[in-house]
Structures are given as C-alpha cells and as structure tokens.
Antibody, heavy 120, light 111 residues
Framework: QVTLKESGPVLVKPTETLTLTCTVS??????????VSWIRQPPGKALEWLAHIFSNDEKSYSTSLKSRLTISKDTSKSQVVLTMTNMDPVDTATYYC????????????WGQGTLVTVSS | QTVVTQEPSLTVSPGGTVTLTCASS?????????PNWFQQKPGQAPRALIY???NKHSWTPARFSGSLLGGKAALTLSGVQPEDEAEYYCLLYYGGAQWGVFGGGTKLTVL
C-alpha cells in the first residue's frame, strides 16, 4: 500500500525558513521509475506545483519560486524534504507531497497535506 | 510564465455528460504534455483520475474519460453522479525548467 505523509510546523513567522518532510511507504525512493513532488494550495485557490526529485537525484523547481526552494531526499529514511526560505503570509497554504510514477507519466498518489500558516 | 487554463465553473444535471478542457498558453496541447487530471472534494487531498491523456488509474470510475479535443486536453464525464461534484484540475508536463503546471481548476456542480 502506497502512502505519503507530510509533517512540519503548522505556524511559521514571516522571513523564517519552512522545512517540510514527506515520509513515504509502499515504494522506495531508490526506485528508478518513481519520484516525489511537492505541491501547495492556498486556501480557496488552485494547486501549484513546487518541485520534484527522482531517484537519481534529478531535481526541478517552479521557476517563480526556484530561488527559495530546496528539495532533497534521504532514501534510507524514505523521506523527501522541502525547504522554503523567507516565508511570507502569501505562502500560507496546504502543502502536499505526491508520488510521480514514470510508468504513468504522472502523479498517482497524494499525501493528506499539511496546512502551514505564515503569521507573526 | 506558462499558464494552463480551465473553465472556472460548469454545471451539469445528474445523468448528463460534461466535458472539461485544459489549454496551454504555449499552444496546442499534445500527448507529449502527458495531461493528468485530478479530482478534489472539499477538505480532501486531490485524487488522480487520468494520466497520459486518456489512461485511467485502477480506481477511476468508467464514466470518466480523457482525450485531446481542439488543441486542448479534455476530461469527459458521462452519466454524471451527484458524488462527481468537485473541483477538477489538469496538470501538464513541460519538462525543462518548469516541469509541471496545474490549471486553475474547474468547479463542477451537479444540479
């Protein structure tokens, strides 16, 4: 059974750095045909793709947020970590991690999401 | 900045058929964009429905189908059920620097 679970702070202050962890099970981050994406959704708004990482450590970032994002993985812990610097209230959103499957050329499984509020 | 456009809202009667579309600011959507479709109900995480234009996941109801239509990706619901009322998002893959871009979503009302 494939599962993904996001964890991290529920509240961060403006200018702080956000660190989110996605812990996966049911598949391995060393699987050449799998990757993990981070996606966010501000309250009442659309989904926004942020970043992804594959088993070979190939990474890609949203062009509009690239300077603030870093994605990494710890295969032994089955975890993918996203850091976002210089947080602002507009970054308040539910942050999701999701599995990318090369076999389906897309995202097949999603985590439940974690709401992060940016406020002083 | 690449923009993916969907109808903001659509309304369909139970048992009816409705088509949602997904357009790219870069031009015609082709199979090379590997269109994905997702359903999201209030308070829930998105759920994958369609991948690579027209392929269904094992859990996708048969009434959902994907295609390319007039230069856009399309999601058609046939025999709509009340439980299909939800927000629907498409995702297109551009590769390169901006790997994936979501559409703005279509709120589907079943009335």
């Amino acid at each position: 059974q494939v599962t993904l679970k996001e964890s991290g702070p529920v509240l961060v202050k403006p200018t702080e750095t956000l660190t989110l962890t996605c812990t996966v099970s049911g598949f391995s981050l060393s699987n050449a045909r799998m990757g993990v994406s981070w996606i966010r959704q501000p309250p009442g708004k659309a989904l926004e793709w942020l970043a992804h990482i594959f088993s070979n450590d190939e990474k890609s970032y949203s062009t509009s947020l690239k300077s603030r994002l870093t994605i990494s993985k710890d295969t032994s812990k089955s975890q993918v970590v996203l850091t976002m610097t210089n947080m602002d209230p507009v970054d308040t959103a539910t942050y999701y991690c999701a599995r990318i499957s090369v076999a389906v050329a897309g995202i097949d499984y999603w985590g439940q999401g974690t709401l992060v509020t940016v406020s002083s | 900045q690449t923009v993916v456009t969907q109808e903001p809202s659509l309304t369909v009667s139970p048992g009816g058929t409705v088509t949602l579309t997904c357009a790219s600011s870069t031009g015609a959507v082709t199979s090379g964009y590997y269109p994905n479709w997702f359903q999201q109900k209030p308070g829930q995480a998105p759920r994958a429905l369609i991948y690579s234009t027209s392929n269904k996941h094992s859990w996708t109801p048969a009434r959902f189908s994907g295609s390319l239509l007039g230069g856009k990706a399309a999601l058609t619901l046939s025999g709509v059920q009340p439980e299909d009322e939800a927000e629907y998002y498409c995702l297109l893959y551009y590769g390169g620097a901006q790997w994936g871009v979501f559409g703005g979503g279509t709120k589907l009302t079943v009335l």
